[in-house]
């Protein structure tokens, strides 16, 4: 059990008694040592499983640790989110303590949050309800009741979306309507399950009889009522082992502080610290670019700021770039995808899925998604349904758990092994050893199904390796307890996710978007504090990185737009020509700053797209792509139009992919608006690349002059990397 183990984690595992303050920085192995710790209690006879509780933020880092503990035979522990924990004993108690069934849980609050906001007589923004839904949640969890908001807000220095006292009556209203119809939200189930365990001391003493060790992950991001709840929970007799890292708190605007893990120590005097700073995950030259950005840290999360130590091998510099505008810097960082792609794990390179685009705002990656599309490189928006939810995972699941009942099924008779018996099950819906074109709705499917493929080859070998057979049934019943844990296998695409919900997650290779003054830190960020919490958010961007690190700015939003951005004030004294403090070295090198113009994208630079009706300067992509705005009157011919959409629609159907593969609907209409003679003129339209010119373009000349275009058979192996995304993707 302690063999695997580094010395600080072994420390971790081994302290089973009194009070634990584990200091754990990114890539150090808190998960390994805290599952170790629980899974070592309850082996050694010192913890009993039944009274363990784990508990976290997200069902994701709960189905991870369950997962853990599993494979490491702790069967029976609690690892559980905050949330669900409460709402698991609030439905238990609430007969005895309250009478009568459970208010009904209200799954989203912002439709009530706008009734609310009608009731009071404001008119809101739908943009605005999201600000004034997450205020309300920042009060509760902050235990700030209605009448005390505007004074709350002042002495926070909280930047409100509205006035205060207008927050406030909506703020209420919301709570009497909930009231009125019975209803609670989820921080209801925290406040009220705390009230419960407060008013009714039998009760709590039942709960800390059944939960005599508590374990609380990410402690930093605890807020007032949830530590309120773990007090009740904790008792005064209850053992409790906190693990966190100050330098990764990005959630206080959701009320989550670093306080209590930093006066753990004072709390509880006799309690046994452990710091965890040996990093396992990056390369010296990641780490060095982390310690050197906490290095300029201020504020008491800095002054317990851990240095981490790498215990990788050395590997490539980070790279810093400087763009001319938007659209450039989300082109090259796709082609520098694709030739990570293209190297192999091998030689340098990454595997779809290893690979991450960060931004601060989930704003920013439209245009990383069409960059993507455009080279035909498939990819996965983080925060998406979950795996096991999905509708293809759900039917799979059946499938492959009737051929599994039916023992011989002459579907996998012939199958030489585990990963082909699936493959074999899986193909009877469509399923093929090949992707399809494009990167819609059909190849988010198929990369769904060939995840399952993929884990069934890793839980042959790994069965294999253990001496232990791997039939179809063993795997059904691992697909069952990774859904019932949320352990999903990691599906083939490249991430696009805002740092926030970049937490927690890690890849090969990261590249970092968008840092400039504005973004990152983001302009309303204005006091000390939230400047910090931004320097602390790109921290965690750059220490999800193993190996590769990018990281870029344009110095425009649009195509020859003015060059006035400036680079993060963040990255001063980090990337070369940046102040002295460039020159620090003790881990890893400065990496290098290289000219991302649009001569480096391998394309002329763009002047500004005039509207050909007002003359305005063009920004929203569609309307850049028409060459007008969309209030200005339209010269499309209608017919060609529909006559377009029929030709994709026949060609979409050939090739077995969505329509927008072929062109989207914006760029339909915009060849139906300039009705182009030649080539040349199609080629000047946006959406037409070489490959698509080539393609496509006899077709739609063809269209254009009145004439049918030669219908081909769609080519086996055609290359999809001229796609465009599709238009709400």
């Not at 420390?11 to 584990?22: F, I």
């Not at 009530?112 to 809101?124: D, I, P, Q």
């Not at 200005?632 to 139009?641: A, I, K, T």
Request: some cysteine; charged content about 25%.
């Amino acid at each position: 059990m302690l063999a695997g183990l580094d010395p600080e984690q072994r420390a971790v595992a081994t302290a089973l008694s009194g009070p634990v303050c584990v200091l754990a920085g990114a890539g150090t192995g808190k998960t390994r040592a805290i599952t170790h710790r629980i899974a070592y209690g309850v082996r050694s006879g010192v913890f009993q499983p039944q009274q363990v509780l784990a508990v976290t933020f997200t069902a994701r880092a709960a189905g991870e640790m369950r997962g853990r503990l599993r494979e490491l035979g702790a069967e029976g522990v609690q690892a559980r989110t905050f949330h669900s924990a409460a709402l698991r004993q609030l439905q238990y108690f609430w007969p005895r303590a309250v009478g009568g069934e459970v208010p009904r849980l209200l799954e989203r609050k912002v439709q009530l949050v706008a009734e609310a906001a009608g009731r009071t007589g404001l008119r809101v923004q739908r943009t605005e309800l999201r600000d004034l839904t997450s205020e309300i949640e920042w009060a509760k969890v902050t235990q700030i009741v209605p009448d005390d908001y505007p004074v709350a807000v002042l002495k926070s220095g909280r930047d409100a979306p509205r006035d205060p006292a207008e927050i406030a009556r909506v703020y209420a209203t919301y709570e009497q309507t909930k009231r009125d119809r019975n209803v609670i939200d989820f921080e209801d189930v925290l406040l009220l399950t705390a009230a419960i365990l407060e008013d009714r001391p039998e009760i709590a003493e039942r709960v800390r009889a059944q939960y005599r060790h508590f374990t609380v992950d990410e402690y930093q991001d605890v807020s007032p009522l949830q530590q309120r709840l773990l007090d009740q929970w904790t008792g005064a007799g209850a053992s409790l082992c906190v693990v966190g890292d100050a330098s990764q708190t990005i959630y206080s605007f959701t009320g989550a502080t670093p306080d209590y893990l930093l006066n753990f120590r004072t709390k509880h005097p006799d309690a046994t610290v452990v710091k965890l700073v040996r990093d396992y995950r990056s390369t010296p030259q990641v780490v060095h670019l982390a310690n050197g950005l906490l290095a300029q840290a201020r504020g008491a999360a800095a002054r317990h700021r851990l240095e981490l130590v790498s215990q990788r091998e050395a590997g490539p510099e980070p790279v810093y770039t400087e763009y001319v505008d938007e659209p450039t810097e989300a082109e090259t960082t796709a082609h520098r995808i694709k030739e990570l792609l293209a190297k192999g794990q091998g030689q340098g390179g990454c595997r779809a899925s290893e690979i991450a685009v960060l931004f601060r705002t989930n704003g920013q990656s439209e245009v990383y998604e069409q960059a993507l599309a455009d080279l035909g490189i498939s990819y996965q928006l983080k925060g998406a349904e979950r795996f096991f939810e999905r509708p293809e995972v759900r039917e799979a699941g059946l499938l492959l758990r009737g051929a599994a009942r039916a023992g011989n099924d002459p579907v996998t008779l012939d199958a030489p092994d585990l990963a082909a018996e699936v493959r074999a099950v899986l193909g009877t819906r469509g399923f093929t050893a090949t992707p399809p074109a494009g990167s819609g709705a059909v190849r988010e499917r198929w990369e769904s199904l060939a995840a399952l493929v993929r884990l069934a080859e890793e839980f042959e070998a790994g069965r294999r390796a253990a001496g232990e057979p791997a039939d179809l049934a063993a795997y059904v019943a691992e697909l069952d307890a990774r859904a019932a844990a949320q352990h999903a296998p990691a599906v083939e695409g490249v991430t696009l996710a805002s740092l926030h919900a970049a937490k927690g997650l890690e890849w090969d290779a990261v590249f970092l978007v968008g840092l400039t003054e504005g973004t990152l830190p983001i302009i309303y960020a204005k006091t000390d504090e939230q400047l910090e919490e931004e320097r602390r958010l790109l921290y965690v961007g750059v220490t999800r990185a193993r190996v590769h690190l990018s990281l870029s700015w344009a110095l425009s939003r649009s195509p020859g737009g003015r060059a006035s951005r400036k680079p993060s004030r963040f990255l001063d004294g980090l990337r070369p020509g940046s102040g002295s403090g460039a020159a620090r070295s003790g881990g890893g090198g400065r990496g290098s700053v290289e000219g991302g113009g649009a001569e480096r994208a391998g394309r002329k630079a763009r002047g500004p797209v005039k509207c050909r009706v007002c003359g305005r300067t063009l920004t929203d992509a569609v309307e850049r792509k028409l060459r007008r705005c969309e209030d200005c009157p339209s010269s499309m011919d209608e017919g060609l139009y529909e006559r377009l959409r029929e030709w994709r629609a026949r060609q979409a159907k050939k090739q077995g992919a969505p329509a927008y593969v072929v062109f989207t609907d914006a760029t339909l209409m915009a060849i139906a608006e300039d009705v182009p003679a030649d080539a040349r003129a199609l080629a000047l339209i946006s959406g037409v690349g070489a490959m698509k010119l080539d393609k496509y373009g006899a077709a739609v000349l063809s269209l254009c002059a009145g004439e049918e275009p030669e219908e081909e058979p769609a080519a086996v192996g055609d290359d999809p990397s001229d796609e465009e995304p599709s238009e709400d993707s």
